[in-house]
Structures are given as structure tokens and as C-alpha cells.
């Protein structure tokens, strides 16, 4: 019996009992009764549409060959579906790949499409048919080379396919992060200007004296030349923001501790905002520097907003160079930069978890020489990944040093680790212990990817509870 209570009722005869219907079909129509005179037993089997007559993963032990009626074989997929890749009616005969090829047990299931009746021989009379029948094998060896070829031209499209899918949705996963900073960037940019007009019209109507005038265009013009300072270890940051604020709240300036950290991200140092202590009295210094925080800020936002359109452009020739199969111009990268770059982008998403990033930059010196395109893809999905897996208030962790010839980098979470079961499965695609709708588990592969055939190099991972290590060493050239 089959499943739902679609019956198959097979019979054991001599093929003498069938007459001439056998020769009628493809296979035997060559041939005549006395060649098959070494093949004498076969089964007739009566099967009901909608029947299983094959089921997948059974062992393959018989060639079959339809004599009324049709049939269709159906594949198996990951997701527990079934694909319909062919079908045999009236004539046709099917199951000589397995028999020939030495395979084990059936690939797919066959059903029957219609009620059908059919033949079929044990691998014993197969073979006999084979060696006695050359007829008969001349259409089997055929049938069996175009089913071959016809799985191999099917299996090539779909490996492109999957080919375009992953290439897709990485593509989608690494656009996310830039677009939605250049999106957080503008917002809060609309509120700096405002911030910024309203200092200005209050600070606009004193009149300024020649000193003043030419101290604030230096400042305005120190602003304006560049988006960020050389990037600093967690410690040289936090000490020259303290020394930052305590000039400022010396020099009587408003908001002292929550403008320094604008300041000194853009580079400035206490000794450059002199001018402006001597040039103004206290009242319209604070309003002056705090008219400088907000423009800063002004100019860092549109920096990351450049940087995320920078980078959606990055991925979109990277793109075109995987298309097109381009090679790079060599270039130097500055490790330390694109792991700031990096943390600048996923500040937001670090400040709402309330996620602290220390970094200890030992790196000396810090950059590449390289073709290798995507670096800054392997900061972000590491230390995204990071930040997803910190409890909020927790610490991640960024370290760089040298090896003989290799620059390291580790990024290192205080999460509750990656269990042993999985750990063997973290870098393959479309794996993801998220919950759906959360991750595509692309991140991880996307990383080794790029590390391993773009740069040449490795990546290691450790983890246990509250200390989970991915370890980035790639070659200085």
C-alpha cells in the first residue's frame, strides 16, 4: 500500500505473457523475443494515480519501463519540498542511472500521474538484459548519457542561482548598516542646524572686534578641512577628551563635558582654542565655542553621511568587480582608520545598547598593501555580530598588534559565547542562530570569505561565556 491509500499491486510473470506490448516501447523495440532469451522473469506493476512507486532514499534495484499511463520523479529540497524534474510515459523506460552508476539508494521519489502499468526488471535481469541485448543497451547507455547531462546543465544553473541569491542578499545585508547610519546622520543633522542657528543668531548680534573675527575664521577654517582626527586608542581618546573639558570649564565655557568629545573627535587640542579665550570675555567665549561644538558636530555628521554613501558605492563596484572580474589597483589601507570608520557608522546602534567599545591599537605599523577589496565589510559584520551578542552595558573589545609579516586584529564580546555544536557551523551560509526575521547568516561567511580569498588571510574565533575572541591576521602585503 501507499500513502493516503493509493495502492501499487505488483505480479511476477514471464515475459512471454506479455506478448508484443513490450516491444512496442522505446527500449525493446529493436530487439526480439529470442534475444531476450537470457531474460525471462519481470514484475507487472498496476499503480494508481497519485501513487508512490520509487520513494526517495530506498535502495535503487530495479530498471523500469512504462507501459500505459505516465509517471513523474520528484527531488527532495533543503527546506523539505519537492521539485518535479522529469517524467516516463507510455514507451519510456527510466531507472538505469542508479543501476549504472553504482548508486545505492534512489535520489527521488517517482509517482504515477496518471493510473499506469509498468515493467520492471531486478538488477540480476538487468544486467542479463544488458549483456544479451545490444539493442536494448545501445537505448539504455543513450537514455542514461542525456539524463547525465540534462542534471548536469540543470545542477550549473542551479549553483548560479544559488550563486546570484547569495550575492544578493549579502549585498542587501551589507547595505543596511551604511544606509540606515546615513539615514540616523541626517536626522540628527536637521537638529544640529537648528541648534547651530539658534547659537548664531544670539552670538551674531555682539559686535566682534578684528581679533575675534580672525580668530573664528581660523577656527571655522580648522573645522572645515577635515572630517576626523587620526584614529586613537580607547585610553589616548578618553585622556584627551578629560584634558579637553577641564580647559573649557576653566575657561568658564558651558557644557564643557558634553562639547570636548565633539572637539577633540575632530582633532582639536586645547592650545588651538587660545585665541578664543583671549579674544572674547567668558560670556561670548562660551557662546562662541559652543557655536564651534555645533558646527563640528555639523561637519562629523555630513562626514558619515559622505562615508555611508562612500560605502554603498564601495559595494556597489565591488559589484561590478565581482561581475566583471576586474583587478584591483594595489593600495595602501590604514587598519586603525577603517576599524574608526567602522565604529563611527555603528555608533548609533553601540549608544542605544549601551555598549561601551574599547580599543587598544598596538598596530605599529597599522596598514596594508593590498588588492584586496571589502575590509571594512569584515569590521562591520564582526563588530555588529559583537555588539548583538553584549548584554546592554556590556564591552566589546578591539586589538590590534603585529606578527612577523601579519597585522592582527581581534574584536571580542563579553556575550554568552557561541555553543560547541555550533561553533563548527559559524562561517557557513545562510546559518544563523538568530531568531527569523533577525539575521540573514550571511555575516560570518561574507568575513571569511574576503579575509581568506581576498586577503590571504585567517580568521580563528574563541568562546566561551563572557568571552567570545574573533581574531583577524592578515598579511602586511
Given at each position: 500500500m501507499s500513502e493516503d491509500g493509493k495502492s501499487?499491486?505488483?505480479?511476477?510473470?514471464?515475459?512471454t505473457d506479455l506478448g508484443d506490448v513490450l516491444f512496442r516501447t522505446r527500449p525493446f523495440s529493436g530487439t526480439s523475443a529470442d534475444a531476450l532469451s537470457g531474460v525471462q522473469h519481470a514484475e507487472r506493476v498496476f499503480a494508481k494515480a497519485g501513487a508512490y512507486i520509487v520513494e526517495s532514499g530506498v535502495p535503487a534495484r530495479y530498471y523500469w519501463v512504462v507501459l500505459e499511463g505516465k509517471t513523474y520523479a520528484e527531488r527532495p529540497e533543503k527546506d523539505g519540498s519537492w521539485t518535479r524534474v522529469g517524467f516516463a510515459q507510455s514507451g519510456e523506460g527510466f531507472g538505469e542511472v542508479p543501476l549504472l552508476t553504482g548508486r545505492t539508494l534512489s535520489l527521488f521519489r517517482i509517482l504515477a500521474e496518471t493510473d499506469s502499468t509498468l515493467i520492471r526488471f531486478d538488477e540480476a535481469e538487468f544486467w542479463n538484459m544488458m549483456a544479451c541485448c545490444p539493442t536494448v543497451r545501445a537505448v539504455i547507455l543513450a537514455d542514461m548519457a542525456q539524463r547525465l547531462q540534462t542534471y548536469q546543465v540543470e545542477a550549473l544553473h542551479?549553483?548560479?542561482?544559488?550563486?546570484?541569491?547569495?550575492?544578493?542578499?549579502g549585498l542587501m545585508h551589507e547595505l543596511h548598516n551604511p544606509g540606515s547610519a546615513a539615514k540616523r546622520a541626517s536626522s540628527q543633522l536637521r537638529e544640529n542646524l537648528l541648534r547651530l542657528q539658534q547659537i548664531s543668531l544670539r552670538h551674531g548680534s555682539k559686535p566682534k572686534t578684528p581679533e575675534q573675527l580672525d580668530c573664528m575664521r581660523c577656527l571655522l577654517e580648522r573645522t572645515v578641512a577635515g572630517c576626523k582626527a587620526p584614529a586613537m586608542s580607547s585610553l589616548e581618546q578618553s585622556d584627551a577628551e578629560e584634558a579637553m573639558a577641564e580647559w573649557l570649564a576653566a575657561a568658564g565655557v558651558e557644557n564643557a563635558f558634553n562639547i570636548a568629545p565633539a572637539l577633540v573627535g575632530i582633532g582639536f587640542k586645547p592650545e588651538e582654542l587660545e585665541c578664543a579665550r583671549a579674544a572674547f570675555d567668558v560670556s561670548s567665549l562660551s557662546d562662541s565655542l559652543n557655536w564651534l561644538e555645533a558646527l563640528v558636530s555639523s561637519v562629523s555628521l555630513v562626514c558619515a553621511i559622505e562615508e555611508s554613501?562612500?560605502?554603498?558605492?564601495?559595494?556597489?563596484?565591488?559589484?561590478?568587480?565581482?561581475?566583471?572580474?576586474?583587478?584591483?589597483?594595489?593600495?595602501?589601507?590604514?587598519?586603525?582608520?577603517?576599524?574608526?570608520?567602522?565604529?563611527?557608522?555603528?555608533?548609533?546602534?553601540?549608544?542605544?545598547?549601551?555598549?561601551s567599545a574599547e580599543k587598544v591599537f598596538q598596530a605599529s605599523p597599522s596598514t596594508l598593501r593590498t588588492?584586496?577589496?571589502g575590509l571594512s565589510q569584515v569590521w562591520t559584520n564582526l563588530i555588529d555580530n559583537a555588539v548583538d551578542a553584549s548584554p546592554d552595558g556590556g564591552k566589546i573589545t578591539i586589538s590590534t598588534w603585529t606578527e612577523p609579516g601579519i597585522l592582527a586584529v581581534s574584536i571580542a564580546d563579553q556575550g554568552k559565547g557561541i555553543e560547541p555544536d555550533v561553533l563548527p557551523h559559524i562561517f557557513e551560509a545562510f546559518f544563523t542562530t538568530k531568531p527569523q526575521g533577525s539575521g540573514t547568516g550571511l555575516g560570518l561567511e561574507i568575513v571569511n570569505r574576503i579575509v581568506t580569498q581576498k586577503f590571504g588571510g585567517t580568521v580563528d574565533v574563541e568562546s566561551k561565556p563572557g568571552n567570545t575572541k574573533f581574531t583577524v591576521r592578515l598579511p602586511v602585503t
Open positions: 501499487i499491486e505488483i505480479e511476477s510473470i514471464l515475459l542551479r549553483e548560479k542561482l544559488i550563486s546570484l541569491g547569495t550575492l544578493a542578499a554613501i562612500s560605502r554603498v558605492s564601495d559595494l556597489v563596484m565591488a559589484v561590478k568587480k565581482f561581475a566583471y572580474d576586474e583587478r584591483m589597483v594595489g593600495k595602501e589601507i590604514d587598519v586603525h582608520d577603517s576599524l574608526q570608520s567602522t565604529l563611527t557608522i555603528l555608533g548609533h546602534k553601540l549608544r542605544t545598547r549601551s555598549v588588492r584586496g577589496p
